[in-house]
Nanobody
């Protein structure tokens, strides 16, 4: 069983930045495809960004140019750097790590963008 712990959320003003972390309890984190999702009230879960085992990345159109996903396999951690935050970015952000046969979720971290 792999534990994922997200951190770094909080309250930020529009235009501000936050860096989310997703720390895994396994030294084999490098074999996992990792995805950041977000859930906002009344909306469907949305894929925000993902990184493959090879380090390739992909982003939702709504965050391209503002968010950056990165991974540090030595620290078993994936990051989501969020810049120029907007009120519509307000959501619970969840980390998902998967292989072909495993699928793990963190508990989520709240991000609130408000003046």
């Amino acid at each position: 069983q792999v534990q994922l712990v997200e951190s770094g959320g909080g309250l930020v003003q529009p235009g501000g930045s936050l860096r989310l972390s997703c720390a895994a309890s396994t030294i084999l984190f490098k074999i996992y495809h990792v995805v950041w999702y977000r859930e906002a009230p009344g909306k469907q879960r949305e894929l925000v960004a993902q990184t493959t085992v090879n380090g390739n990345t992909n982003y939702a159109d709504s965050v391209k140019g503002r968010f950056t996903i990165s991974r540090d396999n030595a620290k078993n951690t994936v990051y989501l750097q969020m810049n120029n935050l907007k009120p519509e970015d307000t959501a619970v952000y969840l980390c998902n790590a998967r292989t072909l046969v495993q699928d793990y979720w963190g508990q989520g971290t709240q991000v609130t963008v408000s003046s």
